[in-house]
């Protein structure tokens, strides 16, 4: 039970499951997560049954924090493997000029020098070389499945280290026959991707650096079997993880009783607005009322969907991110930026094709062709060194250059310096958020976004307001994107967003 009674205990979801089912779940997570080596502010509302800002402060030993980190590692490697189709581990790449490359470096350096000074006396040390035959026969071993019986059986035969000990001290040890065994197996276990890497091995002649580039290609070839192994678990992973994220959010919960606080703040903003409608022009009121008192209460349904539309809206500097949402804060991040690169290209194609004759603006190729210019121009509206207003004064430019072409091409009146002169105006005053064409184009984007929502991501997707057809392809795929995740976010977490809901959608 969660320690503040304020807080929803959802222990009770998912137990239709076997406990087996959830321990191979538990247990396949915390594999992966070994091969991954991967403020509070804001006013109570008024009107709200009274609640602390935060629940009592609580002591905990470092057991606990230590175990709540490796819960809350488990449930977002589970969440990133399920929600992430190209999730993959990949290797270790350290920082050039960084301390640690030095250090592994020298060290490195340090033990192969040694390797190469034991091989060279008279008679040869096998010391290390036997160590290293012991990592590698571990390491071809660990890649085997269970069904691999007769590989097994060569590679503890041929790899047997006593054997080899008793072979180096009767001088009978031949290091370049187990090499190229090692290169064999490993040509056998290894993805096809690392063939070419694995026949390079066979021209390496000296001992110490054929070992080197052994390990090194035994490194990759581990990246490959973690990959592999999530890419197996991944159908078991997503028809568990729903009921694996709840249950490990819960005890989370329990550890942490203000982990649902923000959640809250979030939830009762998003009501409010829909209750005063004060953002009616800037956001889809999807459904809600108005704040009379003879006007019914928003639906829960899409309090939840205005609040999720308000994460696109978010401010990521000044504001927390809900607690049940921020392991998809940098994908809100990624979609909020799109969605502001789509509407500031919208907007500009609405102006430019409204001052175009019709003539041209209904020309496929030249529409598409100035698509593409703007976007380009618009690709690193992400990065801090960007200047929209700089941007839009080159888009100006280039439009201008572009209706100025089409029109002599088709033997057209040409483009006055009048209307050049405005269009670059109107295109430039883009640049402000109040500007008309932007905040339009902006609230259709976001209605459009609502009632794909309310649909329950169902097909056909519904119909792209009007002034969005230009940029209909972008925006349904950033569509599918957002409702994938919300609907997968609400699957997880709606029956905590039901209990909240339920204290803060109260009849005046």
């Keep these: 039970m969660s320690e503040n009674p304020d807080q929803p205990n959802i222990n009770e979801a998912g137990k239709s499951k076997s406990n087996g089912s959830e321990q191979e779940l538990e247990d396949a997570v915390e594999g992966s997560d070994e091969a991954l080596q991967k403020t509070k502010s804001g006013s109570p509302s008024t009107r709200r049954v009274q609640r602390p800002h935060s629940s009592p402060p609580r002591f905990v030993t470092v057991e606990e924090l230590l175990e709540t980190a490796k819960g809350?590692?488990?449930?977002?490697?589970?969440?990133?493997?399920?929600?992430?189709?190209?999730?993959?581990?990949?290797?270790?790449?350290l920082p050039e000029d960084s301390l640690e490359k030095r250090v592994k470096e020298i060290v490195h350096k340090a033990f192969w020098d040694c390797l190469s000074v034991q091989l060279s006396e008279d008679p040869p040390t096998y010391d290390h070389a036997i160590k290293l035959v012991g990592e590698i026969k571990e390491t071809l071993l660990s890649f085997l499945l269970p069904g691999h019986t007769r590989l097994r059986n060569q590679i503890t035969e041929v790899l047997d280290l006593d054997l080899i000990k008793q072979e180096a001290e009767n001088g009978a040890l031949d290091i370049s026959k187990l090499a190229e065994f090692i290169i064999g197996m490993m040509g056998t276990l290894c993805a096809p991707a690392r063939d070419e890497e694995v026949k390079k091995l066979k021209d390496i002649k000296e001992i110490v650096p054929l070992f080197r580039a052994i390990f090194s290609v035994l490194d990759l070839m581990k990246v490959d079997m973690a990959n592999f192994a999530v890419t197996s678990i991944r159908p078991h992973l997503m028809q568990q993880s729903v009921e694996y994220e709840r249950k490990k959010f819960q005890q989370l919960l329990e550890k942490q009783p203000n982990s649902l606080d923000f959640v809250t703040q979030w939830l009762e903003e998003a009501a409010d607005d829909l209750m005063n409608q004060k953002y009616k022009n800037a956001l889809p009121a999807g459904g809600g009322a108005t704040s009379s008192e003879d006007s019914p209460m928003p639906n829960p349904v899409a309090v939840q969907n205005y609040a999720y539309l308000k994460l696109l809206k978010w401010d990521h500097l000044q504001k927390p991110f809900p607690e049940t949402v921020l392991m998809d804060q940098a994908r809100f991040q990624e979609l909020q930026l799109q969605l502001e690169q789509l509407t500031?290209?919208?907007?500009?194609?609405?102006?430019?094709?409204?001052?175009?004759?019709?003539?041209?603006?209904?020309?496929?190729?030249?529409?598409?062709?100035?698509?593409?210019?703007?976007?380009?121009?618009?690709?690193?509206?992400?990065l801090p060194s960007f200047h929209l207003k700089d941007a839009l004064t080159t888009i100006g430019e280039k439009v201008c250059l572009e209706v100025s072409s089409c029109l002599a091409l088709c033997g057209l009146t040409p483009f006055t310096a009048e209307k050049e002169a405005v269009l670059k105006g109107q295109i430039q005053a883009v640049a402000n958020p109040d500007d008309p064409i932007r905040r339009i184009m902006d609230s259709r984007i976001l209605i459009f976004l609502e009632s794909y929502l309310a649909t329950g991501h169902q097909k056909p997707l519904p119909t792209v307001p009007g002034g969005l057809g230009p940029v209909q392809r972008e925006l349904e795929e950033v569509a599918i994107k957002f409702v994938r995740l919300v609907n997968y976010n609400k699957l997880v977490f709606s029956p905590y967003y039901d209990v909240i809901l339920s204290k803060v959608l109260v009849p005046p």
């Design 72 to 93: 809350v590692t488990n449930m977002a490697l589970a969440h990133e493997i399920v929600v992430n189709g190209d999730f993959r581990i990949k290797p270790v790449e």
């Design 344 to 382: 500031i290209l919208g907007a500009v194609l609405l102006v430019s094709f409204s001052m175009a004759a019709p003539g041209i603006s209904s020309q496929a190729d030249f529409a598409e062709k100035l698509k593409m210019i703007v976007k380009i121009l618009l690709t690193d509206m992400h």
